[in-house]
């Protein structure tokens, strides 16, 4: 069986909150959702520069397509 494993996403918000998109991941691993969630407040403090006047955090489980996408294309399953 796969180990899951969960990303800290940086999404980007508008003044309101909403319609936030992501800006940037983390690129620390985690092994638990809820370590993940920990790590938020740092992760917040780390991407401060992010050019939007709201940001949040987002844990997000690491799907293979994730993985594929972060590997240069001759690496890629398949390619």
Request: hydrophobic residues 35%; contains cysteine.
């Amino acid at each position: 069986m796969d180990q899951v494993l969960y990303v800290l996403a940086i999404m980007g918000c508008g003044d309101d909150s909403a319609q936030c998109q992501q800006a940037r991941v983390e690129p620390v691993r985690y092994t638990s959702i809820q370590a993940c969630q920990e790590a938020m407040p740092a992760a917040l403090q780390r991407n401060t520069d992010v050019d939007y006047p709201v940001i949040s955090a987002a844990c997000q489980r690491l799907t293979p397509q994730m993985v594929d996408a972060r590997l240069p294309h001759t690496e890629r399953r398949g390619g």
